[in-house]
């Protein structure tokens, strides 16, 4: 038997054996498995680039709920808790990325989170 007819017979074995496991109801699925992973490793930069254009946008909102803060734009609680949703989300993704430049919204940050604390220490949340 040469090497030829061994790989075509183990390649034609290990086919109907996928095959067989994708059709029996199991939790095993290797061809949807497959399919995820290279599904995957082709959309890796395109999966980056929407998440740097989500930090951005959530960078956006901090600045700009801190520049109403600054103006004296009362806010509810609901609105301070999404907004402090948006900067867990924003330093999550500068921890994983060293190189998102981040100095943009330091001080809007520290700002905000002295506002809430204030907010929730005087129940002063507009109502």
Known sequence: MSLN???MGGGGVLLALLTII???PIKINPWSRIARTIGRA???EIMDK???SEATD???RI???DDEIRHHVKHTEEHFNQIMSDIDEYERYCSTHPAYKNSK???AIENVRRIYQKCRKENA???
Do not use: G, T
Request: aromatic share 12%.
């Open 22 to 24: 994708q059709i029996v």
């Open 125 to 127: 949340f507009l109502v």
């Open 50 to 52: 929407l998440n740097e």
């Open 63 to 65: 600045i700009r709920f």
């Open 42 to 44: 082709m959309n890796v």
């Open 58 to 60: 959530a960078r956006y």
């Open 5 to 7: 007819e061994l790989i």
């Open 105 to 107: 919204a330091v001080m």
